[in-house]
């Protein structure tokens, strides 16, 4: 199975600051067909998680582009400017390039 | 707009079985894969299975492989869970999502299962 990585567990950061959360898989994510899926998720307290960033750098419909996905191969980078309440939550990142497709253990992000 | 709503979940006695569901609407369900995506109490985010847009493919986790069977009515936009055989371990709230760009672009609110005597 391909282990993601993530770090740090957690962090806190004051309003309009910056933060970035890195990924790392075990495997190359690259798929056959040339796609690396890789994709970033939001879990606001007592919600659904949401899609934020799929295929490493594109952002989901909605998405403000505070939110920026970067990397390749095995390494990759969330990136949070101007960091606003509502971006409270945990953030995942997940592979979808091989089966069992599996998550980060996640990044709690706490306001200052 | 896209609604996912899981429905089926509850208190199931361990070896006991439980079969979810999950309405969609807002879009075409036969155009796309459809996955269910589990979270134990207080843990991350752990994929189940995945169903092929006709249902003609699907996969699992090994953990439920043999005992979970993930199926879909087209013509009704509903996808299900049948699980069987359950463990102590299964206890999570299930998402029903819908696939996209090798990820879940939409989420339900999750039914809650908990496998407990």
């Known amino acids: 199975d391909v282990v993601m990585t993530q770090t740090p567990v957690s962090l806190s950061v004051s309003l309009g600051g910056q933060v970035s959360i890195s990924c790392r898989s075990s495997q190359s994510l690259v798929h056959n067909n040339g796609n690396t899926y890789l994709s970033w998720y939001l879990q606001k307290p007592g919600q659904s998680p949401q899609l934020l960033i799929y295929?490493?750098?594109n952002r989901f419909s909605g998405i403000s582009d505070r939110f920026s996905g970067s990397g390749s191969g095995t390494d990759f980078t969330l990136k949070i400017s101007r960091v606003e309440p509502d971006d409270l939550g945990v953030y995942y990142c997940g592979q979808g390039t091989q089966y069992p497709f599996t998550f980060g253990s996640g990044t709690k992000l706490e306001i200052k | 707009e896209v609604q996912l709503v899981e429905s089926g979940g509850g208190l199931v006695q361990p070896g006991r079985s439980m079969k979810l569901s999950c309405a969609a609407s807002?879009?075409?369900?036969?155009?796309?894969?459809m996955a269910w995506v589990r979270q134990a109490p207080t843990k991350g985010l752990e994929w189940v299975a995945t169903i092929s847009y006709d249902g003609s493919s699907t996969y699992y986790r090994d953990s439920v492989k043999g005992r979970f069977t993930i199926s879909r009515d087209n013509a009704k936009s509903t996808l299900y869970l049948q699980m069987n055989s359950l463990r102590s371990e299964d206890t999570a709230t299930y998402y029903c999502?819908?696939?996209?760009?090798?990820?879940?672009?939409?989420w339900g609110q999750g039914t809650l299962v908990t496998v407990s005597s």
């Open positions: 807002g879009f075409t369900f036969s155009n796309y894969g």
């Open positions: 295929k490493v750098s």
């Open positions: 999502t819908r696939g996209a760009y090798g990820g879940y672009a939409y």
